[in-house]
């Protein structure tokens, strides 16, 4: 069973930049497809972004393409998620979720691991 842990958030003003981690433990984390997803104050969870086990697929949100890039270094069991141009419509607690397999999906119910999540707060 892998474990999953986020950090990397803040407290950022619009425009800047921010690159959040999501570090696995447990072993076999190359098994295991990656999403992120956020959750805002009064909002349900909504998919930001997700990669395949071995990288060769990614997915954004509409809202996020081109602004976000999510990638992964298999040595270091991390998928990182740099987040560029933010606004304040980003703020949320941004959460990592594993899935075993190589499909990528946006739905969260899909992901059985997850961590307790970030905290990105971006100010206008």
């Known amino acids: 069973q892998v474990q999953v842990v986020e950090s990397g958030g803040g407290l950022v003003q619009a425009g800047d930049s921010l690159s959040l981690s999501c570090v696995a433990s447990g072993g076999g984390f190359d098994w295991y497809t990656v999403g992120w997803f956020r959750r805002a104050p009064g909002k349900e969870r909504e998919f930001v972004a997700a990669i395949s086990r071995r990288g060769s697929t990614t997915l954004y949100a509409d809202s996020v393409k081109g602004r976000f890039t999510i990638s992964r270094d298999a040595a270091k069991s991390t998928v990182f998620l740099q987040m560029n141009s933010l606004k304040p419509e980003d703020t949320a607690v941004y959460y990592c979720?594993?899935?075993?397999?190589?499909?990528?999906?946006?739905?969260?119910?899909?992901?059985?691991?997850w961590g307790q999540g970030t905290q990105v707060t971006v100010s206008s």
């Open positions: 979720g594993a899935r075993g397999g190589s499909v990528v999906t946006m739905t969260p119910s899909d992901y059985r691991y």
